[in-house]
């Protein structure tokens, strides 16, 4: 039966595996649990191919118990149950490492099934996610388990794990000559954007539709691996953290005035098709953190998403740069975003008194009977068209929401008050 490549190599030894060495490199918390046998429940945390998988099979296999692999794809309890069957066995008398993989995708209820089992010690878990574990996963099952993160890898290790592929395979080519060009491995290296498993099938799928010139040497050049890979996929999730993680980083860009991160991240989210979320987000950050200090900036901004919206991509790209580039550069303010923030807290945590009766509607007929607007002072009869009066219930009638921010518009129009009030 034919296996990928990836799984025919897939390392048998820590010491195989390439990156995450921030976890298992020597002294690392899980090298030292390795070795010290004592295995505890674990998640594994991060994106496809950076070795959860590869990390879980080699732990679970040390440990002496029995072992079960699970993917929660296509699993269900009475996959648990046949499991848990078997605790009260010969076979089980040691105990259970149970490797459950995609366990975002067990409901609550197949979840919480592990739990008596977990809890007294008869099965170990090891479980796998690509999904954020606090959002996706039971909390009773959470605070039974250590969480580790495995990151993308560095292109340095990738290139380490294709040479690794590159000479067992090697032996397998009996009158033949593998080579495969420096430049080819670099590009591979940095087209899977730090998924292990992507650059090894790219690799696979050229060795595969090469054949060997008349001197009996299959030559896999940059040309080839290119063919072999086609576009670059970046990772993007509409529902899940790379969603939220690439806009989150879109905005704190363009808050903290960096435009080329903000054009970064928009090339990304570009990358990924997503029109509608770049509008919002970018609608947002013209009101949020640009705000009073330069308020045109989000009737500009609408004009601009409404061009993206009508043109869509690949034109749109170019609105949206230009909505980007402006915000990124214009001055900040967050004035109108804590002031209205600090109202809303307020209605949550404090009594509303009523409203001054001054200030209540005093356009119809009884209104003067009830005291309704008898006190209210019309602005405009006065200098300047202000005078002094009571706008908030008593209650708060010290209050002040809106604090001036310091850039030139607010600051010119907060010494403009102050001359007027004083």
């Given amino acids: 039966m034919y296996k990928p490549l990836a799984e025919l190599i897939r ?40 070795g959860k998988t590869t990390v879980a099979n080699i732990i679970a296999k040390q440990s002496g118990k029995r072992f079960h692999k699970l993917n929660a794809t296509n699993s269900s309890l009475k996959d648990i149950q046949e499991i848990t069957n078997e605790l009260d066995t010969f076979m089980g008398m040691n105990g259970v490492v149970l490797y459950l993989d995609e366990i975002q995708n067990f409901n609550k209820k197949q979840q919480q099934s592990l739990l008596e089992y977990i809890e007294d010690g008869r099965i170990t878990l090891i479980a796998s996610t690509t999904e954020n574990p606090y959002h996706y996963i039971f909390k009773a099952l959470l605070s039974r388990s250590t969480i580790f993160e495995f990151k993308p890898i560095e292109e340095t290790d990738i290139k380490k794990a294709l040479n690794r592929v590159i000479e067992i395979k090697s032996k397998d080519y009996k009158e033949i000559t593998l080579r495969v060009e420096e430049e080819a491995i670099n590009y591979l290296a940095t087209y899977c954007n730090g998924d292990v498993r992507k650059s090894i099938n ?179 009869n006065y200098e300047n068209s202000y005078v002094k009066q009571q706008y908030l219930p008593d209650n708060l009638a010290s209050k002040v929401y809106y604090q001036y921010g310091d850039n030139k518009l607010e600051k010119t129009t907060a010494e403009y008050w102050r001359r007027i009030k004083n």
């Fill in 202 to 380: 790219g690799l696979e799928v050229a060795l595969n539709s090469t054949n060997p010139n008349e001197e009996g040497i299959l030559l896999i050049d940059l040309d080839v691996v290119r063919d072999s890979t086609q576009s670059k996929v970046v990772a993007y999730d509409m529902k899940g953290d790379s969603h939220y993680d690439i806009l989150s980083a879109f905005q704190k860009s363009i808050r903290g005035s960096d435009p080329d991160a903000a054009i970064h991240y928009l090339a990304r989210l570009i990358k990924a098709g997503d029109l509608i979320s770049i509008c919002r987000r970018l609608l947002v950050m013209a009101s949020e953190d640009i705000g009073l200090a330069y308020p045109q900036a989000s009737i500009i901004v609408k004009s601009l998403m409404d061009t993206a919206r009508e043109l869509g991509f690949p034109e749109a790209r170019i609105p949206l740069a230009e909505a980007t580039i402006l915000l990124a550069t214009s001055p900040k303010s967050n004035t109108a975003y804590l002031a209205i923030d600090a109202a809303l807290k307020d209605l949550e945590n404090l009594r509303v008194d009523d409203i001054p009766n001054s200030m209540k509607d005093a356009h119809y007929s009884g209104a003067v009977n009830l005291g309704r607007g008898v006190t209210y002072k019309y602005p405009h």
């Fill in 11 to 50: 390392p048998k030894e820590l010491s195989e595996v390439c990156g995450q060495q921030h976890i298992l490199g020597e002294n690392k918390i899980l090298n030292r649990i390795l070795k010290s046998g004592a295995i505890s429940n674990m998640i594994f945390y991060g994106p496809p191919g950076v």
